[in-house]
């Protein structure tokens, strides 16, 4: 028995490298057979759910001290994402991750997947986006239908802080933390539409850029964290609210 076996045989039935060894050598390398023993122990489920769509799933949170992990788990339907079973899943694979290095925990959760899941659950599972991030102030934010989450993480600041402005990108999704990280082609575009809409309205040129400037602080107010009204007092920015704190990144994890 060899490793390209091993591997045509997982590639042909969606089988964890371990139980494609393992039937291999039952089936004194016969790949037939060893396909049919694969078939007999549902094993090959796998492979005929992988085509299937997943557009629901959990997404699952877990820290120690200044370091979270986060991790989502992708399924059918919400049915099965409210299974126990499922459940369990997601939060294990928090836990996982949060001691072990990201490819390590890809292909362990690639595998759990194949060669468990799949097979006690019965839908197509695939795993989601995932990560770990580190900081001095972190905070979290999983929403109650456990399928959004963010993570922040503040240069002082009180973790509260941190927990708010957490939520507060759940929310309001922003695409960038500050007015800087916009490309330099996205503001052209959004000049070039702001120009078009004011010739088209007969403003001078003179004075089309100064009313430039003023949609441009609109559209960091929508697009970048902390320029965006609070959402628990919209009176407030999220720059105005972290005061002497500065927002060193934020990352968003959703369904």
């Known amino acids: 028995m060899s490793l390209d076996d091993v591997k045509k045989l997982r590639e042909l039935t969606g089988a964890g490298m371990m139980d ?22 549902g094993l090959e489920k796998a492979g005929k759910k992988s085509e299937r769509v997943t557009n629901e799933g959990l997404v699952a949170m877990a820290q120690d001290g200044k370091k979270i992990a986060v991790a989502s788990l992708l399924c059918e339907t919400d049915f099965v994402a409210r299974n126990e079973i499922f459940v369990a899943a997601v939060d294990e694979f928090a836990n996982k991750l949060l ?15 194949t060669d468990e899941l799949i097979v006690k659950i019965g839908e197509n599972l695939q ?31 009180a973790e509260e802080l941190a927990n708010d402005v957490a939520m507060q990108v759940v929310a309001m999704s922003p695409d960038y933390l500050v ?21 088209n309205e007969g403003k001078p040129e003179e004075v089309i850029e100064k009313i430039i400037l003023g949609k441009l602080n609109k559209f960091y107010s929508e697009v970048c964290l902390v320029k965006q009204p609070f959402i628990k007092d919209d009176k407030q920015t999220i720059e105005q609210i972290l005061g002497e704190a500065k927002a060193v990144k934020f990352a968003r994890y959703r369904i």
């Open 127 to 157: 795993l989601g986006d995932f990560g770990v991030i580190e900081g001095e102030v972190i905070g979290k934010y999983l929403h109650a239908d456990k399928k959004q989450a963010a993570v922040v993480v503040l240069d002082g600041g």
């Open 20 to 41: 494609c060894s393992q039937c291999l050598e039952e089936a004194a390398n016969d790949m037939d057979k060893a396909i049919e023993i694969l078939r007999k122990k």
């Open 99 to 113: 001691t072990t290095p990201e490819e390590e925990f890809k292909t362990w959760a690639q595998d759990k997947i």
């Open 179 to 199: 007015p800087e990280e916009v490309p330099a082609d996205i503001l052209e575009k959004e000049k070039d539409v702001y120009r078009e809409q004011m010739k």
